[in-house]
């Protein structure tokens, strides 16, 4: 059906691990990969506990034991080989450019031709990834952006660089929508695809607004989170959700990724109100509540 019989995922943290349950739980065998953590019993500890807390995630597990049987964990100094006969290998590793062309460049030596392998970077563009790398190696790769909790999140941003076969992005397209249930865009390699652009451009423009006009948040959420389609939380919420200390972070990565002449550049700047929120510990649920009170 979807011309995708084995996929492997290398980068056992919140995002890989999730992405290797999806596609476990869609019944496609999976190839688990990280580095071998020092001083661990096993080699694959850092796959293998992936693996586990899944099965015990409370309240839903986020794998079936059924799947969880599809999943082989590794690492990979040892277990490079695995990679040989699968169609799909994505990349969840760290949001570093050296440590992902690294790993592109130990990928290259084993994989299988006209595999495709995708990165899930957020923030690193197409170009810089593959800068440098073969030919060959361009011609199969994406960005394949999934969103946390890749469960849950019926998004798929799939990015093509100039080389890129439109073969090898019809192939996993394919397969997120068919197996995986996904919704996929194809947003341009520019800052912030598209998701990141309009989500938190907006998450801003709420913020800005209800500080400049006085508006009590339950009042600002009437507008800006049910009908912008966050009816559990508003936006209000769900900043307090993701917790308010990210907030600055996010913009700094914002206003560093994108050039001064974007016009999105200018509505990224830090909020005094919110740095005094975080200063006086309330980030939000984590913390001592934030723009909502705790329960
Ligand atoms: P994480 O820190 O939870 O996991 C990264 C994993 O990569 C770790 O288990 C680490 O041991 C492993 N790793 C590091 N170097 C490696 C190597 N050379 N080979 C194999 N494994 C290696 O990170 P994450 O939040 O899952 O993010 C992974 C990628 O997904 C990043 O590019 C990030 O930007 C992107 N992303 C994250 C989110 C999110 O909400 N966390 C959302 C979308 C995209």
């Not at 506990?49 to 969880?68: E, N």
């Not at 062309?101 to 990165?119: C, D, F, P, T």
């Not at 192939?171 to 695809?193: C, E, H, M, Q, Y």
């Not at 998450?203 to 559990?232: F, Y």
């Amino acid at each position: 059906m979807s011309g995708i019989g084995k996929v492997a995922v290398i980068g056992a943290g919140v995002m890989g691990a999730g992405i290797a349950a999806q596609v476990a739980n869609a019944g496609v065998p999976v190839v688990l990969l990280d580095i071998v953590k020092e001083g661990a019993a096993s080699r694959s500890a850092i796959a293998e506990g992936a693996v586990a807390a899944l099965l015990k995630a409370d309240p839903a597990p986020f794998m079936s034991r059924a799947a969880a049987k599809l999943v082989a964990t590794g690492n990979i100094e040892d277990d490079l080989g695995l990679l040989a006969d699968c169609d799909w290998i994505v990349e969840a590793v760290v949001e570093r450019l050296d440590v992902k062309q690294a790993l592109y460049r130990k990928i290259e030596g084993v994989r299988k031709a006209g595999s495709v392998v995708s990165s899930n970077t957020s923030t690193i563009p197409l170009a810089s990834l593959i800068s440098g790398l073969p030919e060959t190696f361009a011609r199969d790769f994406c960005i394949t952006h999934f969103f946390n909790p890749p469960r849950y999140m019926r998004l798929l941003e799939v990015v093509k660089g100039e080389l890129t076969r439109p073969e090898a992005i019809a192939l996993v397209s394919r397969f997120a929508d068919a197996a995986l249930g996904k919704s996929v865009i194809t947003p341009k390699d520019r800052p912030g695809f598209i998701a990141n652009r309009l989500g938190v451009f907006w998450i801003q423009c709420a913020v800005i607004e209800a500080i400049e006009q006085g508006l009590e948040v339950e009042e600002a959420d009437a507008v800006i989170g049910k009908p912008m389609g966050i009816p559990k939380t508003g936006v209000f919420g769900l900043i307090d959700l993701v917790g308010l200390d990210l907030m600055p972070h996010v913009m700094d990565s914002m206003i560093g990724l994108l050039p001064p002449e974007d016009p999105l550049h200018a509505i990224h700047r830090p909020q005094p109100l919110i740095e005094r929120m975080i200063a006086d510990g309330y980030t939000g649920r984590k913390g001592k509540g934030g723009f909502y009170r705790l329960n």
